[in-house]
Protein backbone atom coordinates (compact mmCIF):
# COMPACT_ATOMS: atom_id res chain seq x y z
CA UNK A 1 0.00 0.00 0.00
CA UNK A 2 1.43 3.01 -1.21
CA UNK A 3 1.43 6.55 1.42
CA UNK A 4 2.78 9.97 1.21
CA UNK A 5 2.48 11.55 4.74
CA UNK A 6 3.21 15.07 5.45
CA UNK A 7 4.43 16.56 8.89
CA UNK A 8 6.18 19.16 9.63
CA UNK A 9 3.48 22.02 9.41
CA UNK A 10 2.20 24.32 12.63
CA UNK A 11 1.50 27.57 13.32
CA UNK A 12 4.42 30.17 13.58
CA UNK A 13 4.68 33.68 13.42
CA UNK A 14 5.22 35.98 10.30
CA UNK A 15 9.07 35.74 8.79
CA UNK A 16 9.31 32.64 10.44
CA UNK A 17 10.01 29.37 9.42
CA UNK A 18 9.06 25.53 9.10
CA UNK A 19 10.07 22.65 6.91
CA UNK A 20 7.72 19.94 5.50
CA UNK A 21 8.51 16.58 5.09
CA UNK A 22 6.84 14.08 2.83
CA UNK A 23 7.71 10.78 3.81
CA UNK A 24 6.97 7.95 1.15
CA UNK A 25 6.29 3.60 1.59
CA UNK A 26 5.19 1.87 -0.51
CA UNK A 27 7.45 3.55 -3.47
CA UNK A 28 10.47 4.97 -4.14
CA UNK A 29 10.16 7.89 -4.20
CA UNK A 30 13.48 8.94 -6.28
CA UNK A 31 11.79 7.51 -9.24
CA UNK A 32 9.12 10.22 -9.07
CA UNK A 33 8.39 14.01 -9.75
CA UNK A 34 6.90 15.47 -6.71
CA UNK A 35 5.15 18.45 -5.91
CA UNK A 36 3.79 20.48 -3.18
CA UNK A 37 0.99 22.05 -3.67
CA UNK A 38 -1.51 24.04 -1.13
CA UNK A 39 -5.01 25.15 -0.82
CA UNK A 40 -5.83 28.12 1.55
CA UNK A 41 -9.52 28.72 2.42
CA UNK A 42 -11.93 29.67 -0.06
CA UNK A 43 -9.15 29.42 -2.63
CA UNK A 44 -8.10 26.62 -5.52
CA UNK A 45 -5.32 24.38 -4.88
CA UNK A 46 -2.26 25.44 -6.32
CA UNK A 47 1.08 23.93 -6.93
CA UNK A 48 4.12 25.62 -5.01
CA UNK A 49 7.32 23.68 -5.53
CA UNK A 50 8.14 20.72 -8.01
CA UNK A 51 11.42 18.40 -7.48
CA UNK A 52 11.97 16.13 -10.91
CA UNK A 53 13.56 12.76 -11.00
CA UNK A 54 16.76 14.40 -12.21
CA UNK A 55 15.98 16.86 -9.33
CA UNK A 56 15.43 19.76 -11.70
CA UNK A 57 13.08 22.14 -9.12
CA UNK A 58 10.72 24.97 -9.89
CA UNK A 59 8.52 27.61 -7.80
CA UNK A 60 5.77 30.16 -8.32
CA UNK A 61 7.09 33.28 -8.07
CA UNK A 62 5.47 34.09 -4.89
CA UNK A 63 7.91 31.43 -3.22
CA UNK A 64 10.66 31.87 -5.22
CA UNK A 65 13.85 33.12 -2.74
CA UNK A 66 11.89 31.70 0.51
CA UNK A 67 11.09 28.13 -0.34
CA UNK A 68 13.30 25.17 -1.02
CA UNK A 69 12.28 21.69 -1.73
CA UNK A 70 14.70 19.12 -1.68
CA UNK A 71 14.95 15.04 -1.36
CA UNK A 72 16.88 13.06 0.91
CA UNK A 73 16.61 9.06 -1.04
CA UNK A 74 18.08 7.59 1.83
CA UNK A 75 14.72 8.67 3.63
CA UNK A 76 12.44 8.18 0.79
CA UNK A 77 11.51 11.88 1.69
CA UNK A 78 11.24 15.39 0.25
CA UNK A 79 11.50 18.16 1.82
CA UNK A 80 9.88 22.06 1.48
CA UNK A 81 11.78 24.48 3.66
CA UNK A 82 9.58 27.65 3.61
CA UNK A 83 11.61 30.57 5.30
CA UNK A 84 10.05 34.48 5.13
CA UNK A 85 6.31 33.15 6.11
CA UNK A 86 3.94 35.63 5.83
CA UNK A 87 -0.21 35.39 6.32
CA UNK A 88 -0.69 34.33 2.31
CA UNK A 89 1.34 31.28 2.93
CA UNK A 90 -1.65 30.11 5.16
CA UNK A 91 -2.79 26.88 4.06
CA UNK A 92 -3.35 23.31 3.57
CA UNK A 93 -0.38 22.12 2.43
CA UNK A 94 -0.22 18.55 0.28
CA UNK A 95 2.72 16.14 -1.15
CA UNK A 96 2.38 14.77 -4.55
CA UNK A 97 4.31 12.00 -6.13
CA UNK A 98 3.88 11.68 -10.11
CA UNK A 99 4.95 9.03 -12.32
CA UNK A 100 2.43 6.59 -14.22
CA UNK A 101 0.66 6.87 -11.44
CA UNK A 102 -0.06 9.99 -8.98
CA UNK A 103 -0.28 9.86 -5.13
CA UNK A 104 -1.45 12.03 -2.98
CA UNK A 105 -0.56 12.80 1.34
CA UNK A 106 -3.31 14.07 3.42
CA UNK A 107 -1.99 17.02 4.18
CA UNK A 108 -0.33 19.23 6.45
CA UNK A 109 -1.45 22.65 8.09
CA UNK A 110 0.66 25.79 8.08
CA UNK A 111 -0.90 28.63 9.53
CA UNK A 112 1.11 32.02 9.48
CA UNK A 113 -0.23 34.70 12.20
CA UNK A 114 1.34 37.29 14.53
Known amino acids: QVQLVESGGGLVKPGGSLRLSCAAS????????VRWYRQAPGKQRELVAE???????NYINSVKGRFTISRDNAENTVYLQMNSLNSEDTAVYYC????????WGQGTQVTVSS
Open 96 to 103: NAVRSREY
Open 26 to 33: GIILSVYA
Open 51 to 57: ISRSETT
